[in-house]
């Protein structure tokens, strides 16, 4: 079973829809990215968070620690979301000066938008 | 520049030979991570800087990867006798310490053939 599970995989939407992509993860951590993947390649990180809630734009990133559990929020969704959705998480930092670490990487949500 | 960028952008190479891929982090970022993806598949993370010194090498695929990072800054990743499963997008990221959030470069192709 892989530490960090996204879901769906794959979702098509309709412009103007309200997007969830999802992620579970099995170990404990320190804090979980968002990073999207442009058709291009580029890897663009969306948001870092440990807690709570974040919010820029349209996007919005929420995380449950007690269910180990984030979801990633599109609203009014545009053909230009159309990415690969990336879920990442940092497990709990060792004594490298306080907040580093590798990333465990979910397989990704590919996420098309139609006019 | 303003971001990570990294050289060269594509690299053909033939099975055996040495490779090394360059990374240029954003400046003033003490932190500094090697990533790879191949065709169809995740990220996988290979290696992490704290300054020059490298605390989790854990993801080196084999003692034919290597890293080093002088200065704090510019990062080499060497492939030594390249093989066709070493054929992937090579990522660098950076990050500093305040924020913890990864700027990612656009990467390095390499097919090995």
């Known amino acids: 079973k892989n530490e960090v599970e996204q879901s769906p995989q794959n979702l098509t939407a309709q412009e103007g829809e309200f997007i969830t992509i999802n992620c579970s993860y099995s170990v404990g951590i320190s804090a979980l990215h968002w990073l999207q993947q442009h058709p291009g390649g580029g890897i663009v990180s969306l948001f870092m968070l440990s807690s709570g809630k974040k919010k820029h734009g349209r996007l919005i990133a929420t995380i449950n620690i007690q269910e180990k559990h984030s979801s990633l929020h599109i609203t009014a969704s545009h053909p230009r979301d159309s990415a690969v959705y990336i879920c990442a998480v940092r497990p709990p930092s060792r004594n490298y000066g306080g907040s580093q670490g590798n990333l465990i990487f979910g397989k990704g949500t590919k996420l098309s938008v139609k006019p | 520049g303003a971001g990570v960028s990294q050289s060269p952008s594509n690299k053909v190479t033939e099975k055996g030979k040495d490779v090394e891929l360059r990374c240029d982090p954003i400046s003033g970022h003490t932190a500094l991570y090697w990533y790879r993806q191949s065709l169809g598949q995740g990220l996988e993370f290979l290696i992490y800087?704290?300054?020059?010194?490298?605390?989790?090498k854990s993801g080196l695929p084999s003692d034919r990867f290597s890293a080093e990072r002088t200065g704090g800054s510019v990062s080499t990743l060497t492939i030594q006798r390249t093989q066709q499963e070493d054929s992937a997008v090579y990522l660098c990221?950076?990050?500093?310490?305040?924020?913890?959030?990864?700027?990612f470069g656009p990467g390095t192709r390499l097919t090995v053939l």
């Open positions: 990221a950076s990050s500093s310490m305040l924020s913890g959030l990864q700027y």
């Open positions: 800087f704290q300054g020059n010194s490298a605390p989790d």
